[in-house]
């Protein structure tokens, strides 16, 4: 015989498909095998269909297709036989699923199965229904399966019950109609049968109220008779598992009993006694027992308030963390996580086991303790667990100081009771895992010790020991560079020595020893370095009689690499050698940094500045927040009149306009290589070019008039005025060019001959592929406000999708933008989509209406932007 024929048994071809070494030869077994079955299939060959859709199955689930054969599994299914319809059936579930418009073929060939006279076929058919079952199929079949669930066979009765559920779960509508038969299931003897009612039972009050009333009023109490049976039956080996009757229906029936406790007193009262019963009874040395009293534990906490049996179960927890089984003390710490929220006093008690949770040697362990150990800190034993958590930071495992740190950090900053404990709590943890904190802890310590005034002697002096001591620890060295810094004379003048401190002796050149030893550590980074040439500064005006010595330091970094620390080393040396006369207050202390400022920052409470960032939420005057869509989203969004005016250097106002990164000019030139001139400078954000060198000085003069003593947003409004002269620039060759004063955009078209404020239309922008026309008009007693209404056509063959408009207008105008009237612009101009604008001008009569546009959309799936200018408003708008 052919080993790839029709008549190749499974055996066969699994064999050979086995034998195949590459996965070339794999895929050509299959190859000829599916071509086979195909030949067979097309020749309506019966008798080996039921072989042929038992390879199909094989092949689909070595991730073939095998779409060919759906038709044969309909054919096998209204076969008369079982085993061809049980072949059928099993296609079905596995070559098909719900969104298969061949499953609409099956739907009769099911309801047949179903009110057939053989229970083994009814059963194949409730399988099925129960795996592959649809919408319309369940509310086709629904009558049927009701019927079942009070068929005499109890395995169809079970198999009817898993059906109905699934049933529920697509159509719940249909609940109403199965929590009849539902209750009757409940009092059955047969466990299979009892468990899957339970289980249509708690399915049921998850889709419905109204079943969820009726089960509480009607059946807790026979579900706790059944629980109470269960939990005191004798020895059964049919259900016996590690001495215990039915685990899983013990499980299931815990499960249903939460549901229909949870907001219900009553429905609680009368399940008290048999979870107390549970929960001390059963055994807890399998996990049978464990899994049945982790549920009891879950069903005591979720149902209405009992303290003692709250007690009982936050004990049980206790147990379970005293498990050697990982998988036990995991669950055991997640549900007294829950657990904390209703009896935070009965959780504290087991303290101690949690604690050494936290240094188990399984990581996850170790890390939801650590969370745990975090929710249990309050202000009246933050300092013993703080000091359990420091001493185990010592012997941690370095993957595990992270997050240790972390925690640490946070609780300390949270429940610090004084500042000097604070203190001396952050010195331990830089001391022992100082390369492990983020920048913001020792950030926030210095924020700290600036603020306490009475402690900076005090602060000093422990960081100057800790360094000497854990000197490898950058972010430790950079708190002690920078307190030395500062406060370097109370370091050796023993200024503000408190009685808990012991007595230390520090001479100026042991302060200059830390600093020059962490400058010249190969461990330390550029930050470290900058910070210790700034500490070598002010230590020069506070230690004078070291001066020479810190020069010759500061001077070893003029030749560096490193352009930061070379500048810094010959500007510091200079101020040392040349400029004495300043250097005392160039090197003044720090003023006090804000506490509350620096936390708010540090929690996102402080308004930050406008921002063209991606995804940075713009403030808007109604008080309303819109996220940005595109990095230059805050250059259309030029709503914020009532911020502050722009310093006359260049604002934000002006930066949001232009979306460049504008810096005042008096900065930019300090380090610039070539001098410039602030004209210059706001020539080029503007992008309007170099002018020749004959025009060059009357227009720096015209810009600079303005800069003295105007806004940037001013000067843009002199520039932008039409009539103005001297917006013309003449080239050497006679041609001239307008002022592109938005950033070189595409102006609009002009207005047609004889435009002006009589007329309410205009061509506002044209490219190749689009247009935009505005229709303006205005309301009778409100000259200042003018109603904008604009039209877009699309002039290319390509129909435009994910169209936005978005527009921006100078300080003097305010813009509010209606939505459109759709996101998709139809071809060829068969369609258009409309946007009302609505323009407040506070100069009306003075200044004309201008306006910068962006556009984008996609054609083709591919992102397209367009951006321009509009100038050519009549001056009366």
Excluded at 123 to 131: E, I, Q
Excluded at 228 to 244: L, R
Excluded at 344 to 357: F, K, M, P, W
């Amino acid at each position: 015989m052919n080993p790839f024929s029709s008549g190749t048994r499974l055996r066969d071809m699994i064999r050979a498909i086995r034998a195949s070494k590459t996965a070339a030869e794999e895929r050509a077994v299959v190859r000829k095998e599916c071509a086979a079955i195909r030949a067979s299939i097309s020749e309506n060959d019966p008798d080996y269909r039921h072989r042929n859709l038992a390879k199909l199955m094989f092949i689909h689930m070595l991730g073939y297709p095998t779409h060919f054969g759906q038709m044969e599994c309909l054919k096998l299914i209204a076969s008369p036989g079982f085993p061809e319809k049980r072949i059928g059936y099993l296609g079905l579930m596995l070559l098909l699923d719900e969104r298969q418009e061949v499953l609409m073929l099956v739907t009769n060939s099911i309801k047949q199965d179903l009110n057939h006279t053989n229970q083994y076929i009814v059963g194949l058919a409730l399988c099925a229904l129960g795996n592959i079952c649809s919408a319309e199929m369940a509310r086709d079949l629904a009558p049927e399966v009701e019927r079942l669930l009070q068929f005499r066979d109890p395995n169809i009765r079970k198999k009817a019950a898993l059906c109905s559920i699934r049933i529920i779960k697509k159509v719940p509508d249909l609940a109403e109609n199965f929590v009849n038969p539902v209750a009757a299931l409940l009092k059955e003897k047969h466990h299979g049968v009892l468990i899957t009612g339970v289980q249509l039972c708690s399915d049921l009050c998850k889709v419905s109220t109204e079943a969820l009333e009726y089960f509480r009023k009607k059946c807790t109490d026979g579900l706790v008779k059944v629980l109470k049976d269960v939990a005191n039956s004798p020895y059964a080996p049919e259900y016996d598992i590690s001495g215990i009757t039915d685990p899983f229906l013990h499980i299931r029936l815990l499960k249903v009993l939460r549901v229909l406790g949870q907001g219900d007193a009553d429905a609680s009262d009368s399940m008290n006694d048999i979870l107390a019963q549970v929960a001390t009874k059963t055994e807890s040395n399998k996990n049978a027992g464990n899994a049945i009293l982790y549920e009891c534990v879950e069903t005591i906490m979720s149902i209405e308030d009992n303290g003692g049996l709250r007690v009982l179960a936050i004990n049980i927890l206790g147990r379970f963390l005293s498990n050697r089984d990982n998988n036990i003390r995991y669950v055991a710490l997640n549900m007294l996580m829950k657990a904390i929220a209703v009896d935070s006093q009965a959780v504290q008690r087991h303290r101690a086991t949690i604690l050494e949770c936290v240094k188990d040697s399984d990581p996850s362990i170790r890390k939801r303790a650590l969370d745990l150990v975090y929710l249990l800190i309050n202000d009246s034993n933050v300092k013993p667990l703080t000091k359990e958590l420091t001493e185990h930071l010592e012997v941690s495992d370095p993957e595990f100081k992270g997050d240790l740190t972390a925690k640490i950090c946070s609780i300390v900053e949270k429940f610090s009771p004084e500042k000097i404990w604070y203190i001396d709590q952050m010195l331990k943890v830089l001391s022992e895992a100082g390369n492990y904190v983020k920048d913001e802890v020792w950030h926030a310590l210095i924020v700290v010790i600036t603020n306490a005034s009475d402690l900076h002697g005090y602060a000093v002096r422990s960081l100057y020991r800790a360094v000497q001591t854990a000197g490898e620890q950058e972010t430790l060295v950079r708190a002690a560079v920078w307190c030395i810094g500062e406060y370097g004379e109370m370091l050796v003048s023993n200024v503000g020595r408190l009685d808990i401190e012991e007595h230390l002796t520090v001479t100026e050149s042991d302060a200059l020893d830390v600093v020059e030893t962490s400058i010249k550590s190969h461990s330390c980074d550029l930050i470290t370095r900058a910070m210790c040439l700034i500490a070598l500064l002010k230590l020069s005006s506070r230690f004078p009689s070291c001066s020479q010595r810190i020069n010759d330091i500061i001077g070893q970094y003029k030749g560096s690499f490193v352009l930061e620390l070379q500048q810094r080393a010959i500007e510091f040396n200079s101020i040392i050698e040349r400029h004495q006369n300043m250097r005392s207050s160039l090197a003044e202390r720090m003023p006090v940094l804000d506490e509350a400022t620096f936390s708010g920052r540090r929690a996102g409470s402080v308004p930050a500045a406008v921002s063209t960032s991606k995804g940075v939420s713009v403030n808007l005057p109604n008080g309303a927040a819109k996220p940005s869509i595109a990095p230059v989203a805050d250059l259309l969004d030029l709503s914020l009149d009532d911020a502050p005016a722009p310093s006359s250097s260049g604002g934000e106002f002006l930066q949001d306009l232009l979306g460049v990164n504008l810096t005042p000019v008096s900065l930019q030139s300090d380090t610039n290589q070539g001098q410039r001139s602030g004209t210059d400078a706001l020539l080029d954000l503007l992008s309007i070019g170099t002018p020749p060198a004959q025009n060059s000085s009357s227009t720096a003069q015209m810009l600079s008039s303005n800069i003295d003593n105007k806004s940037p947003l001013d000067i843009l409004d002199r520039l932008s005025t039409r009539s103005a002269p001297s917006a013309q620039v003449s080239s050497t060759g006679g041609n001239s060019s307008m002022l592109d004063l938005l950033n070189g955009l595409p102006s609009s078209p002009p207005m047609s001959e004889g435009s002006g404020a009589g007329h309410s239309s205009v061509t506002a922008f044209e490219s190749s592929s689009l247009k935009l026309t505005f229709n303006w008009s205005k309301q009778p007693g409100n000259p200042q406000t003018t109603l904008i209404e604009g039209s877009f056509t699309n002039k290319s063959q390509d129909v435009f999708t994910d169209f936005i408009f978005q527009a921006a207008v100078p300080k003097f105008l305010q813009l509010q933008l209606d939505p459109a009237s759709g996101n998709t612009l139809p071809a060829s101009g068969n369609g258009s989509i409309t946007q009302k604008l609505r323009v407040t001008n506070s100069q009306h009569g003075k200044k004309s209406i201008v306006m910068r546009i962006r556009i984008s959309y996609k054609v083709n799936n591919k992102d397209v932007l367009e951006e321009g200018q509009i100038n050519n408003f009549p001056r009366d708008l």
